[in-house]
């Protein structure tokens, strides 16, 4: 059973010698068995022109010197599938006979000399692989991204702050930064001293020592309000006729 089958699968097989004659002319790595379809394709599209198997010969035997368009019909999606890949002829056939790692038609741009270009959206595409240049695409420099932000501040002129009167650095940052409070507040006075927060209010704050009356002419009368008051005692008070 073997023998037959081999023998149909090199029936089946069989590759044209104008197909093998094109495969001597490929470059690279690329898939043979595609390749080859490929090929196949194509040769299949030029017989029916006379002279362009011919003339894509004559260009892929010298590279260097002048050579015709030549032309396979355009598709209506502008692609040829050959086996079970698509893609855009002139980008198929310039991978096959000179560049095998070519990515995309950006990379191809035609010369002055070819009448045909894939651009030019005719009828006819040129797949003539000597018509077209490769441009090579610019890498762009990395970007580097910092871990932390890193904001310069800003030099402010100085300014007076709205909380305490303080004028702040005139190299400060653009963000306000409130300076702390006093530890004690203005005007406030504390015969006794004190062991409590100045956040403590008035109403916790120790009452002054009792002063009896025949030792002052004068009382003093404590008012926790940041300030005394003086009051004198009426003459025909028992505190006046003692002073009297």
Same mark, same amino acid.
């Given at each position: 059973?073997?023998?037959?089958?081999?023998?149909?699968?090199?029936?089946?097989?069989?590759?044209? /010698?104008?197909?093998?004659?094109?495969?001597?002319?490929?470059?690279?790595?690329?898939?043979?068995?595609?390749?080859?379809?490929?090929?196949?394709?194509?040769?299949?599209?030029?017989?029916?022109?006379?002279?362009?198997?011919?003339?894509?010969?004559?260009?892929?035997?010298?590279?260097?010197?002048? @050579?015709? +368009?030549?032309?396979?019909?355009? &598709?209506?999606?502008?692609?040829? =599938?050959?086996? $079970?890949?698509?893609?855009?002829?002139?980008?198929?056939?310039?991978?096959?006979?000179?560049? *095998?790692?070519?990515?995309?038609? $950006?990379?191809?741009? /035609?010369?002055?000399? #070819?009448?045909?270009?894939? %651009?030019?959206?005719?009828?006819?595409?040129?797949?003539?692989?000597? $018509?077209?240049?490769?441009?090579? %695409? /610019?890498?762009?420099?990395?970007?580097?991204?910092?871990?932390?932000?890193?904001?310069? +501040?800003?030099?402010?002129? *100085? @300014?007076?702050?709205?909380?305490?009167?303080?004028?702040? @650095?005139?190299? @400060? #940052?653009?963000?306000?930064?409130?300076?702390?409070?006093?530890?004690? /507040?203005?005007?406030?006075?504390?015969? =006794?001293?004190?062991? =409590?927060?100045?956040?403590?209010?008035?109403?916790?704050?120790? &009452?002054?020592?009792?002063?009896?009356? $025949? =030792?002052?002419?004068?009382?003093?009368?404590?008012?926790?309000?940041?300030?005394?008051?003086?009051?004198?005692?009426?003459?025909?008070?028992?505190?006046?006729?003692?002073?009297?």
């Amino acid at each position: 059973m073997s023998a037959p089958v081999s023998t149909l699968n090199s029936l089946f097989s069989f590759t044209s /010698p104008a197909v093998k004659r094109l495969l001597g002319w490929k470059q690279g790595d690329e898939e043979e068995k595609w390749a080859e379809k490929a090929v196949d394709s194509l040769v299949k599209k030029l017989k029916k022109k006379k002279g362009a198997l011919e003339a894509l010969e004559k260009a892929l035997s010298n590279p260097g010197e002048p @050579s015709e +368009c030549v032309t396979i019909p355009r &598709s209506l999606d502008g692609r040829l =599938q050959v086996s $079970h890949r698509k893609g855009l002829p002139h980008v198929i056939y310039c991978r096959v006979w000179r560049w *095998p790692d070519l990515q995309s038609h $950006h990379e191809l741009k /035609p010369l002055d000399i #070819c009448r045909f270009p894939f %651009s030019a959206k005719e009828n006819e595409v040129c797949i003539n692989p000597y $018509h077209y240049r490769r441009v090579e %695409s /610019p890498v762009l420099p990395p970007v580097l991204v910092p871990r932390h932000s890193e904001y310069p +501040c800003l030099t402010s002129a *100085p @300014s007076a702050s709205p909380i305490n009167g303080m004028r702040s @650095s005139s190299n @400060s #940052c653009a963000s306000f930064q409130p300076l702390p409070e006093p530890s004690m /507040p203005y005007n406030v006075s504390y015969p =006794q001293g004190f062991s =409590q927060s100045p956040t403590t209010p008035v109403s916790s704050v120790a &009452s002054p020592p009792a002063v009896a009356p $025949h =030792q002052l002419g004068k009382f003093c009368l404590y008012i926790p309000a940041q300030f005394h008051v003086f009051v004198s005692a009426p003459t025909n008070s028992p505190l006046g006729r003692e002073r009297s």
